[in-house]
């Protein structure tokens, strides 16, 4: 069981925009913005896509956007594309035991 | 640019120890905590703890503290990993990656990730 909550799975198609959400709690992703996000390919390392709850690493595509909402996080993919298909994984900075980082448990993105 | 690079997959038996390497380029290695984070296959991310490679100062999720240790070597830029008393469900690619300048910093850049195996 995984601390933060993501949808298993989300779908689109080329062209259309899509939210994936990561819910929380005080402790962790509404006490702090501290969010990032990442993809992953299979067999491949995760990518960092946001960091900051909502700002962008250089030479991530401006398609990619994050926003966060009391403990709730989103990351929001528009113009969707094939390559987009990966996993999708949250991360905040949390106290909700000891100091550290939660992820949540992954959103599969599939491009009809 | 900033490189982390790991050591090679490890097969080892329940009950043995297995230590993990990352060696750091491209950045100021004092400047920057570390994350440890680990995948089981088929499964999600899962967070270690952390690093100060500065004064190596460490802090653990709860669920590893007593079986894994984090070091640092400043001279080569490298940090590890121990992890002790393994059993089949720590089969998992660990992957090192850069936190922030604070503790509070979440992983940036990550290494290629290692592969260990635990079996009998």
């Known amino acids: 069981q995984s601390a933060l909550t993501q949808p298993a799975s989300v779908s689109g198609s080329p062209g259309q925009s899509i939210t994936i959400s990561c819910t929380g709690t005080?402790?962790?992703?509404?006490?702090?913005?501290?969010v990032s996000w990442y993809q992953q390919y299979p067999g491949k390392a995760p990518k960092l896509m946001i960091y900051?709850?909502?700002n962008r690493p250089s030479g991530v595509s401006n398609r990619f956007s994050g926003s966060k909402s009391g403990n709730t996080a989103s990351l929001t993919i528009s113009g969707l594309q094939a390559e987009d298909e990966a996993d999708y994984y949250c991360?905040?900075?949390?106290?909700?035991?000891?100091?550290?980082?939660?992820f949540g448990g992954g959103t599969k993105l599939t491009v009809l | 640019q900033v490189q982390l690079v790991q050591s090679g997959a490890e097969v080892k038996k329940p009950g043995a120890s297995v230590k993990v390497s990352c060696k750091a380029s491209?950045?100021?290695?004092?400047?920057?905590?570390m994350h440890w984070v680990r995948q089981a296959p088929g499964q999600g991310l899962e967070w270690m703890g952390i690093?100060?490679?500065?004064?190596?100062?460490?802090s653990y999720a709860q669920k590893f503290q007593g079986r894994v240790i984090m070091t640092r070597d400043t001279s080569t830029a490298t940090v590890y990993m121990e992890v002790s008393s393994l059993r089949s469900e720590d089969t998992a690619v660990y992957y090192c990656?850069?936190?922030?300048?604070?503790?509070?910093?979440?992983?940036?850049?990550w290494g290629q990730g290692t592969l260990v195996t635990v079996s009998s």
């Open positions: 491209g950045y100021t290695f004092t400047s920057y905590y």
């Open positions: 990656a850069r936190g922030g300048m604070a503790v509070a910093g979440l992983p940036d850049y």
């Open positions: 005080s402790s962790d992703v509404g006490g702090y913005n501290y």
């Open positions: 900051d709850v909502s």
């Open positions: 690093i100060d490679p500065s004064g190596g100062s460490t």
């Open positions: 991360s905040s900075y949390t106290r909700r035991s000891t100091l550290g980082v939660v």
